[in-house]
C-alpha cells in the first residue's frame, strides 16, 4: 500500500537516499545517530567523520529514497546538544569539484606572468 501512494511522487533531482550532515557535535557516537536518524527509516549506513577536516560530519545511508527525504525535512536545524544541524543531500558532482587551490594559483602566476600583468600583491 506504501508504495502505491509513493509511486506517483516526483521527487525534485538533487533527492537521493544519502544524506550529508554537517554541524554535529564532535562527541557524537553511532548509538545516538542511528537513535537520531532511525526514527525516520530504515539505515544502511552511517559513516562519523573522525579526522580533523571532517570532524563534525556524518553520511547517513536510508534505504529508501522516502525516508531519506523525511528525515532531511524533519531534522535540519535539529538541536543536538546545543547545535543545530545542517542535513543536505549528498551530491557527488560537488563533492569531487574540489580543486587543487595551490595548483590554481600556480596557473593564475604563469599566465600573468606571461601577459605581463601585475596585481597590487605582486608589486
Known amino acids: 500500500m506504501a508504495m502505491n501512494k509513493r509511486g506517483n511522487v516526483r521527487l525534485p533531482p538533487e533527492v537521493n537516499r544519502i544524506l550529508y550532515v554537517k554541524n554535529l557535535p564532535y562527541k557524537i557516537t553511532a548509538e545516538e545517530m542511528y537513535d537520531i536518524f532511525g526514527k525516520y527509516g530504515a539505515i544502511r549506513q ?3 567523520g573522525n579526522t580533523p577536516e571532517t570532524k563534525g560530519t556524518a553520511f547517513v545511508v536510508y534505504e529508501d529514497i522516502f525516508d531519506a527525504k523525511n528525515a532531511c525535512d524533519h531534522l535540519s536545524g535539529f538541536n543536538v546538544c546545543n547545535r543545530y544541524l545542517v542535513v543536505l543531500y549528498y551530491q557527488s558532482t560537488r563533492a569531487f569539484k574540489k580543486t587543487d587551490t595551490e595548483k590554481k594559483k600556480q596557473e593564475l602566476d604563469q599566465m600573468k606572468t606571461k601577459y ?6 605582486n608589486k
Open 116 to 121: 605581463g600583468l601585475s596585481t597590487p600583491e
Open 46 to 48: 552511517i559513516r562519523v
